[in-house]
Structures are given as C-alpha cells and as structure tokens.
C-alpha cells in the first residue's frame, strides 16, 4: 500500500518501477512475453475448434441426425473454421514464434515498435472473443461458413455480423504484426548480419509480413463491405440490391490465397531451421530457399482464381489461374528438394522436432500433389465442392502449418521454458497425431471423388464407410493432441532443467542462456560466419 494523503492505492510497480505480478504479463512490451501470451492464446481457442470439429465428426458417423440437428451443425462448422483459419492457423506462427524469436535470431533486443506488439496481441483477444462469442449470442451461430459466401451472408439472421467484425479486427492485428516485422528485420540486424547472413526462418517471416500488409487490407475492406450491405441496404454483392455475388468471391480470394502463404511460408522457415541443426550440417541451397520463399509470396498472389473455375470466367482467365497455380508449386518443391538434401549425409538425431519436420514434408507434398488436381480445369470440375476439397485444404493447412508449429514448440520449448520434456511421450504423441491425421483425412479424397459434398450435415449411405475410419481417426488425433499439451504442460513444471544448447545449434537463440534474459543479450552480437557455420566445415 502506498498513502498520499487522503487517498491510498496499492502499487502494480516494483522497486524499479517496473509491472509486477499480472501486470508485468499484461503490460509487458518484451516480445517473448507477448510471444508467450501469444502461445496460451492459440492453445485455448485451437481445442475450442478442436472439441468443435470432434462433435461434428461423432454427427457424420450415421446418416441422418446423430446429435445435433443441422443448424446447429452449420453454425459449428462456421466457427470452428473461423477459429482455425482466421484466429489460429493465419496468425499462429508469426505470432507466437515470430514475436519470440525474430528479434533473437537477428541479434536484436526486442522488435522496432513493442507498444505497437502489445496492441496488436489485444486486437486479437478481442476479435478471437469476438469470433467465438458469435457461436452463443443474440440470433444464434452464423450459418455461412468460413468463407461468408454472399448472398447468404448478406441474408442470414444469424449473428453474421459478429463474425465478420471478428474477422475485420483480427486483420488489423494481422497487418500491425507484419509492419513490425517488416521494420524489425529492415533496421535491427545486429551488426555484420548482411541479408544473406540471415537465418532463413526471419527470411520466411519478413515475405509473410508484406502478404499481411499488402492483402489483408483486401479483405477487411471486403468484410466492411458485407456489413455495410446488411445494416445500410448498399447493393455491393446481393444481386436483390443490385450487387455482384462474384465480385465477393474475386475480393475474397485475392486475400485468402495469399492467407495460405501466410500460413504456411513460416512453417517452412521453421523447419528450414530444425533439418540443419538435426543433420548438423549447414542448409544445403540457402539461396535458393530465400528466394523461393520471395517467390512463393509474388507468384501466390495471382492465382486466387482457381477456387472460382465453376463461378464462370473467360476462357483465357481459366488458362492464366490453371497456369500460375502449377508454377507456384515450383519454389515449394524446391524447398522439398534442399530439406532432403540437407539430411542427406548428415548426423541425423531423431527427436521429436525432426519427426514433426519429417512429418511436415510427407504431408505437405500429399496436399500439393493434390492441389494440382485442382489446379487443372478439367479435374477441378469432378472435384469441386466435395469431400477431396477438405481432405487437400487441411493436407496443406494442418499438415503444413500445423505439424510446423508442433516441430517449432517441440524444437523451441527447452529456450521458451528453459525445461526438457519427456522425448518418449512426445514420440508417442507423434505417432498418434501422424496415424490419425492420415486416417482422418485420406478417406474424404476417395469418397470426395465418389461425390460426397462437403459441408454437409447427412450423406447418402454410399459413404458412410468412408465417414466412419474419418471420424475414428479424428478421435486417435485428438487423444495425441492431449497427450502431447499434457506432457508439454508437465514439462514446464516438472520437466529436467533444460541446458542452454540441447541440439547443438549454431543460430543466435541457442547462444543465450534458457530461457532468454530481458534484453537477449549483454551486449549486442557481430556477425561474421554465413548461416548455419557448423564448425570448421568447409561449405562455410
């Protein structure tokens, strides 16, 4: 307690005049702290979809109704996609890894604007609040899916329009996160680090960070525009007030293309980092990786047009998309190539980061191989709209960017936490995310090109077998998502006290003691080897 006269307060302040207790976590403008509210953040709204995504799996074990009738299944298929895509999978990796380590792996002491990070962490509590209370207030879930297809959306009495706000401000922290990094990584590179003395996972954040900033205005705008449509009866996209549904289709694409990118392009710079340290060799084709990653960001964002070859376009539209989406699989191929490459010859060390990378590599060719089936126009008629589509957008989006971010926490957990984890239950957990992920999901390729549509509450009894081993492998998946939180959570409290190095890496992050100190460094580091200098090799 503190007296002033007539009044008394308690103090928030230590002795140095810093927050303490809560305040120092609410109030804190160090990165890593905001990387690690970050992290509970995700964790807490990522099982909220989960459990979502579980009760609508146990619905599609039988045809017809099973636990909840259909709009109660389009409202939860609404919201968990609108958790998963918009307040976990677009902003997960940048968020929690990127505000964590950036500064760390560049040599610098926090970001370029910390009071700017602090704000954009609370645009997304608010609008991930936001998105999840549209499942529970006022006119019932919103029943438009994720994509909020007008003129449903436009139409819908549901609480459509708390989703869309939602979504609007969870851009906004989106593109304030890209900004900083983009200033971050131009202007605080500790001295010697040229471009290409960089490691590659701020690479892969900094051509993420000018896709936030450059597409996400696309669709906050796009989303104002829906609202504006509802509430003030502007006719942008409802053609009963002389609107243009396609219109909304291209204005949403333009972004959520580029999104993909956003989501996966860190995922490879995450496990650009775990191949060199587990081979202990240096990246084979660092050049070649950066620029692919440039690359995958240019060419991303001019192939939207391949979600729309039923919607009707010109003929050489159709060509141009068809086109571009088989090129923008040339840089992530390469990327494929020089990961396999980096192993090859090394000292491999099997833990748990390197099988989620490895892991990462299998899935994500699988969700490109089938991207191209939908690349093709004639192809892409047979599938569109069905099953095949669910099966290839969580192949690239789960598999992708999910088991990345499980590679990154397995990888970064003992300099987040300064603890080791049990390496048994992690190999376990592994082995029940991997098995049921695949179980899960490869049955909905087979049945989609059968015909099942998907977002669908009841199907022909055709493809329940199909439905069935989809829906047990969701439930083997969950059990490893528990088991790998709780060995995870153990880990913090009762886990082994985790040395400064523990895979003998040669980035920046594994210099300083674990977990990091307040500023990172005592004094700020001079670069003077290339990437990934391990030892007197001769690559270097």
């Keep these: 307690m503190t007296d002033t006269g007539s009044r008394t307060y308690v103090s928030y302040l230590d002795h140095q005049g810093r927050f303490k207790g809560i305040f120092s976590w609410l109030l804190s403008t160090d990165h890593k702290k905001i990387g690690l509210m970050y992290l509970n953040a995700v964790i807490v709204f990522f099982f909220v979809a989960v459990i979502l995504g579980l009760l609508m799996r146990i619905e599609l074990l039988a045809p017809g109704r099973t636990i909840m009738g259909p709009q109660t299944y389009n409202g939860m298929f609404t919201i968990h996609g609108v958790i998963m895509v918009f307040i976990i999978v677009i902003p997960a990796l940048p968020a929690v890894f ?8 560049i040599g610098a002491k926090d970001v370029a604007f910390p009071r700017l990070n602090l704000f954009s962490f609370y645009l997304y509590i608010l609008g991930a609040i936001l ?5 529970f207030a006022g006119s019932g879930p919103p029943d438009t899916g994720w994509t909020f297809y007008v003129p449903y959306s436009a139409q819908s009495a549901t609480n459509v329009i ?13 593109i304030l996160t890209g900004l900083n990094f983009i200033v971050t990584i131009h202007r605080m590179r500790a001295p010697g680090m040229t471009w290409f003395k960089m490691p590659l996972f701020p690479w892969a954040l900094y051509a993420t960070a000018w896709i936030q ?67 202990q060799k240096p990246v084979f084709g660092y050049g070649a990786i950066v620029f692919s990653s440039l690359a995958i960001a240019f060419v991303g964002s001019f192939v939207w047009g391949h979600h729309m070859f039923t919607s009707g376009m010109s003929y050489w539209a ?7 989406t088989f090129i923008v699989a040339v840089p992530s191929a390469i990327k494929v190539f020089n990961w396999i490459s980096t192993m090859y010859g090394g000292s491999i060390d099997l833990k748990p980061p390197l099988l989620y990378a490895i892991g990462f590599i299998f899935l994500f ?49 003992p300099k987040m936490f300064g603890k080791m984890y049990n390496f048994t239950i992690a190999n376990i957990s592994w082995v029940l995310v991997f098995v049921g992920f695949n179980v899960f999901y490869f049955p909905q390729f087979i049945i989609g090109f059968q015909g099942m549509p998907r977002r669908s509450f009841d199907y022909l009894p055709q493809f329940q077998t199909g439905e069935v081993i989809s829906s047990i492998g969701s439930m083997v998946l969950v059990a490893g998502l528990f088991l790998m939180v709780i060995n995870l959570f153990r880990a913090v409290y009762k886990g082994d006290p985790a040395p400064a ?9 594994w210099q300083i003691p674990s977990p990091p100190e307040h500023e990172n460094f005592e004094t700020i580091p001079e670069i003077k080897n290339k990437p990934y200098f391990f030892g007197n090799t001769s690559t270097n």
């Design 162 to 174: 708390y989703a869309l706000t939602a979504a609007f401000i969870l851009g906004f922290s989106s």
């Design 213 to 279: 900033v450059l597409a996400t205005p696309i669709i906050g705008i796009t989303l104002l525009m829906v609202i504006a449509e509802r509430v003030l009866n502007i006719g942008f996209f409802d053609p009963a007030l002389g609107g243009d549904p396609v219109l909304f289709q291209h204005l949403f694409w333009i972004y959520s293309h580029p999104a993909v990118y956003i989501m996966v392009l860190p995922a490879m710079g995450i496990v650009s980092e775990i191949f060199p340290t587990f081979s």
């Design 318 to 324: 159709r060509w141009f998309f068809s086109f571009t």
């Design 365 to 413: 060719m699988i969700g490109g191989f089938t991207g191209l089936t939908l690349g093709s126009l004639a192809s892409n008629i047979q599938v569109h709209g069905t099953s095949y589509v669910v099966a290839h957008f969580h192949y690239i989006i789960f598999g992708g960017m999910g088991f990345a971010f499980f590679a990154g926490i397995h990888y970064w957990f």
């Design 131 to 135: 998105g999840v209370l549209s499942q």
């Design 501 to 509: 190095n523990p895979w003998k890496g040669v980035t920046l992050e």
């Design 98 to 105: 990127g505000n964590f380590f950036l500064p760390i792996l």
